[in-house]
Nanobody, 115 residues
Framework: QVQLVESGGGLVQPGGSLRLSCAAS????????MAWYRQAPGKQRELVAA???????SYADSVKARFTISRDNAKTTVYLQMNSLKPEDTAVYYC?????????WGQGTQVTVSS
């Protein structure tokens, strides 16, 4: 069974930076996709950034040039570096991994951008 544990959320001022981490346990050496999603109150959950097993990355238009998704060398942790944060980035952020045909989710971490 794959388990995901997220950390790094919190309160940050507009223009500030935050780094989210997602630590994975279980066999995920051949994962198909690791991604970050977010969901704001009253809104649909949306894909923020993703990285494939081959290392290709993609981003939502709203976060391009501001956010960066990355992995450690062992592929046990995925990160989301968030710069130039805006109030509209406020949401619960979720880590997700697709492996062996199954979809796994983290518990979510709150990110609040406010002055």
């Amino acid at each position: 069974q794959v388990q995901l544990v997220e950390s790094g959320g919190g309160l940050v001022q507009p223009g500030g930076s935050l780094r989210l981490s997602c630590a994975a346990s279980g066999f995920i050496l051949n994962f198909s996709l690791m991604a970050w999603y977010r969901q704001a109150p009253g809104k649909q959950r949306e894909l923020v950034a993703a990285v494939t097993g081959g290392g290709s990355t993609s981003y939502a238009d709203s976060v391009k040039a501001r956010f960066t998704i990355s992995r450690d060398n062992a592929k046990t942790t995925v990160y989301l570096q968030m710069n130039s944060l805006k109030p509209e980035d406020t949401a619960v952020y979720y880590c997700n991994v697709l492996v062996s045909g199954s979809n796994y989710w983290g518990q979510g971490t709150q990110v609040t951008v406010s002055s």
